[in-house]
């Protein structure tokens, strides 16, 4: 069981363009109010994607479960498979990302828009 840690920081604003149809992985560092970077190593992660906040419309769902998030430390990654970003018919998101400590505690750690740019070339090589 991990010790029990109140991150007690604001949700970092973090707003990534993303590619479709494109392996795409955005890579940040979590850090604490002071600037020094948190560990979340064994924390779980959760965020979905929707088109505004309280919105019941869910785009899609990334997390440590799906291999979609990963983290060592407080480098989080976040990854868009191109199969997957393909079929997005949106350009536009808006998510929060939640980090869940092994004693069930959340935290939300990132918050913003991400745009999506939709593929000009999409024949199959």
């Known amino acids: 069981m991990s010790d029990k840690l109140n991150i007690n920081i604001r949700p970092m604003e973090i707003n990534p363009t993303v590619d479709c149809a494109s392996d795409t992985e955005y890579t940040f560092i979590a850090v604490d109010p002071s600037g020094d970077e948190l560990d979340l ?12 906040a309280r919105s019941k419309r869910l ?13 060592e430390g407080g480098k989080v990654t976040l990854k868009f498979p ?3 970003t393909a079929g997005y018919k949106f350009d536009t998101a808006v998510y929060d990302l939640i980090a869940i400590s092994e ?18 070339t999409n024949a199959l090589v």
Do not use: H, W
Request: charged share 30%.
């Open 41 to 52: 190593t064994d924390y779980k992660f959760l965020m979905e994607l929707r088109p505004y």
């Open 59 to 71: 785009f899609d769902t990334m997390s440590t479960e799906n291999g979609r998030i990963t983290c």
């Open 82 to 84: 191109a199969a997957t």
């Open 103 to 120: 004693d069930g505690l959340r935290y939300r750690i990132a918050e913003g828009q991400i745009e999506f740019y939709p593929e000009v």
